[in-house]
């Protein structure tokens, strides 16, 4: 899709979610040159994550634990 700036000022919204549904990038033809919006596939939050080793021991050790010290009344 190509589009002048002004078109795409009047119908930003629309325009980038026509990009964001499609994924078809939009050309805008600005003083001689030529931008586009173009759709970024990112990482998902989750995969920014980073991996901690709190707990050194094997996960039935701590399944099997009995908790009924530590607890007060």
Known sequence: MIVTASKLRANIYNVLDKV???????????????????PVQGKSKLSN???HDLLNVPF????HMDWSGEWKN
């Open 49 to 51: 994550l980073k991996k």
């Open 20 to 38: 964001l549904d499609t994924g078809v990038p939009v050309e805008i033809h600005r003083r001689g040159k030529v931008l586009k919006i173009v």
């Open 60 to 63: 039935d050790e701590i399944v």
